[in-house]
């Protein structure tokens, strides 16, 4: 049962761009929005994160749109470097089982 | 370094061949998780433990064991492990009280069960 869509599958945006992942929740009993970002051979590294009575949170190059009547979350990379590039991973965390439940992933491409 | 440590980092076994997948913090987190990532899956939740002697369920608990001995330490026990079993593990842990803090994942374990 996924709980956490997440969308493009992939996205390709050129150097200097703005990247831009969406998810959509639906279980309403979630504490706090990660995002982590995942190389190849690595483990997810937390990027940003939000709570839900906050609508956007900024750090640095990486913004979280947050809107909780639509249940929808959002991940904007300004600049975009090719050092971005990477697979994203938004995730919904539920404080009272201790889960992080995770959307599919989006491949993220910054080319030249 | 604070980091979260698992070994081995591949193993490849026969079925019903017992095997133990260690985790290690070196944070002092009190909470920590395993979760398996497979393609067109994303990650999924096995089991955590919120403290020493305290471990739950997640949501793909079937042929697993874990133990919380130690705080630092949380090792994952496949008793029987079979095909169905091959993935790529992670352990992570986080600080409390609340939720508002992030977990740390280790850096994986590619599991292989032929």
């Known amino acids: 049962q996924q709980q956490v869509k997440q969308s493009p599958q992939s996205l390709i945006v050129q150097k200097g761009g703005i990247s831009i992942i969406n998810c959509a929740y639906e279980n309403t009993a979630f504490d706090y929005f990660p995002w982590y970002q995942q190389f190849p051979g690595k483990g997810p590294a937390l990027l940003i994160a939000i709570r839900p009575d906050v609508s956007e949170k900024k750090e640095g190059r990486f913004t979280i749109s947050f809107n909780k009547s639509a249940k929808q979350f959002s991940l904007h990379i300004m600049d975009s470097q090719p050092g971005d590039s990477a697979t994203y991973f938004c995730a919904a965390f539920n404080f009272g089982n201790e889960k992080l439940t995770f959307g599919t992933g989006t491949r993220l491409t910054i080319i030249p | 370094e604070a980091q979260v440590t698992q070994n081995p980092r591949y193993l490849i076994t026969v079925t019903g061949k017992k095997l133990t997948v260690t985790c290690s913090q070196n944070m002092n987190h009190e909470y920590m998780s395993w979760y398996r990532q497979d393609p067109g899956l994303g990650l999924r939740q096995i089991y955590y433990?919120?403290?020493?002697?305290?471990?739950d369920k997640g949501d793909v608990p079937e042929g697993y064991k874990v133990s919380r001995k130690e705080k630092r330490n949380f090792p994952l026990i496949l008793e029987s492990p079979s095909p169905n079993q091959t993935s790529l593990y992670f352990c992570?842990?986080?600080?409390?009280?609340?939720?508002?803090?992030?977990?740390?994942f280790g850096s994986g374990t590619r599991l292989t069960v032929v």
């Open positions: 433990s919120m403290n020493v002697e305290v471990t």
């Open positions: 992570a842990s986080r600080i409390g009280p609340g939720p508002y803090y992030g977990y740390t």
